[in-house]
């Protein structure tokens, strides 16, 4: 499971095999396997790996997941299948557990972990269970309702970020994955233009 704290106005992220570590004051981000997406209103966006730093620039697909929903077993498979398609060169799924939402998800962040490994193998990164509405949500998902004018309302919300860190657009439980699937195609195909003109 991949963690994010805070710690003497330093924001500490914890990502198996490597951590990263910058200064803000005013935040919010998203953090995943390998690649960190830092959301300001400006900023420098880097990812500091063992002697060197790299920009990063990445199409992400935030959802708020939940492991006894009844849309758990037909969104999972979707959001994997997605994964395999697209990332996570240019694209990745950022999962965020969260219990607000009937209480669809009990479980600890290990066992969360264990089911959708075994379950699903999932291949996308895993975050920390957190809240994502009221108070107390986590400061990425205060950042994507602000900017997207649309709050959760029930489990595997889906927030499309495109690679500037803007959240473009939000769907709701009853929009599949596969109907949104050339929003995040379209971005993609811009971002990988965009680096073709910058070689």
């Not at 998902?141 to 939000?170: H, M, Q, R």
């Amino acid at each position: 499971m991949c963690s994010i704290s805070e710690e003497r106005g330093k924001i500490i992220a914890n990502i198996p095999n490597f951590k990263l570590t910058w200064v803000s004051k005013e935040f919010s981000y998203l953090l995943h396997q390998c690649v960190c997406i830092i959301i300001f209103s400006s900023v420098q966006l880097y990812l500091r790996l063992p002697g060197q730093v790299h920009a990063v620039f990445l199409v992400s697909l935030v959802v708020n997941v939940a492991s006894e929903c009844g849309y758990t077993d037909s969104h999972y498979k979707a959001l994997q299948q997605l994964q395999r398609e697209i990332g996570s060169y240019h694209f990745n799924v950022l999962a965020f557990p969260c219990n607000q939402f009937g209480q669809q998800e009990p479980n600890s962040n290990n066992e969360i972990e264990r089911f959708v490994q075994q379950t699903y193998s999932v291949t996308f990164p895993m975050f920390s269970k957190i809240a994502v509405k009221g108070i107390g949500a986590n400061p990425a998902f205060k950042f994507l309702i602000e900017s997207t004018g649309k709050e959760p309302t029930w489990n595997f919300w889906k927030y499309l970020v495109d690679p500037d860190g803007k959240a473009v657009n939000a769907w709701d439980s009853t929009v599949t994955v596969e109907e949104i699937k050339p929003y995040i195609i379209e971005l993609v195909r811009q971002l990988i233009l965009k680096k073709k003109m910058e070689l």
